[in-house]
Antibody, heavy 120, light 109 residues
Framework: QVQLQQWGAGLLKPSETLSLTCGVYGGFFTGYYWTWIRQSPGKGLEWIGEISHGGRTNYNPSLKSRVSMSVDTSKNQFSLNLISVTAADTAIYYC??????????????WGQGTQVTVTS | QSVLTQPPSASGTPGQRVTMSCSGSTSNIGSNTVNWYQQLPGTAPKLLIYSNYQRPSGVPDRFSASKSGTSASLAISGLQSEDEADYYCATWDDGPIVVFGGGTKLTVL
């Protein structure tokens, strides 16, 4: 059974960079798109973007200027960087196994979530 | 403001059948498949329905879903107390990006 386990800093100051990593255990890494989704009380669930095992990316236009994603196939891990964070980026961030463009929207296996709070 | 529209709340008594809707447009639901997710308090969303009506292994057949035109719906029959949760619909939209509904909070009375 595939499991996603994520980690990263949970408390940031405005203008800092959010960095999260997600490890994939018990399943194939290739053949999937690896996704980040966040959830905040004010905006609900928001799709941040996705990256294929080969590094092809697809970002939400609303965040594209600040987002970058990467994969490390040797470790079955993928990462999210979000620069210049503000209080509006405060949310629970989830890593998800997705299906790629036109595939399973929202994915099938989700990580446990990381609460990220941006405060001065 | 979510791209997909869901009623904020729904309720039912144990054993009852409840339905909830998810409304979109031709660029999202009208052109793509819909997934449904169940989120229990304090946990990550869990895939409940994929490809409009398919149930992943382990999801009881009390849960069913359908899609017609630019709307989708989720039905829960034989309502149980453990079904009390938030339910979200999701699909692709122009971009392509994934869009979600605002969620329906189900209360089991």
């Amino acid at each position: 059974q595939v499991q996603l386990q994520q980690w990263g800093a949970g408390l940031l100051k405005p203008s800092e960079t959010l960095s999260l990593t997600c490890g994939v255990y018990g399943g194939f890494f290739t053949g999937y798109y690896w996704t980040w989704i966040r959830q905040s009380p004010g905006k609900g669930l928001e799709w941040i973007g996705e990256i294929s095992h080969g590094g092809r990316t697809n970002y939400n236009p609303s965040l594209k200027s600040r987002v970058s994603m990467s994969v490390d196939t040797s470790k079955n891990q993928f990462s999210l960087n979000l620069i210049s964070v503000t209080a509006a980026d405060t949310a629970i961030y989830y890593c998800v196994r997705g299906g790629g463009p036109g595939g399973s929207p929202g994915g099938d296996h989700w990580g446990q979530g990381t609460q990220v709070t941006v405060t001065s | 403001q979510s791209v997909l529209t869901q009623p904020p709340s729904a309720s039912g008594t144990p054993g009852q059948r409840v339905t909830m809707s998810c409304s979109g447009s031709t660029s999202n639901i009208g052109s793509n498949t819909v997934n449904w997710y169940q989120q229990l308090p304090g946990t990550a969303p869990k895939l409940l329905i994929y490809s409009n009506y398919q149930r992943p292994s382990g999801v009881p057949d009390r849960f069913s879903a359908s899609k017609s035109g630019t709307s989708a719906s989720l039905a829960i029959s034989g309502l149980q107390s453990e079904d009390e949760a938030d339910y979200y619909c999701a699909t692709w939209d122009d971009g392509p990006i994934v869009v979600f509904g605002g969620g329906t909070k189900l209360t089991v009375l």
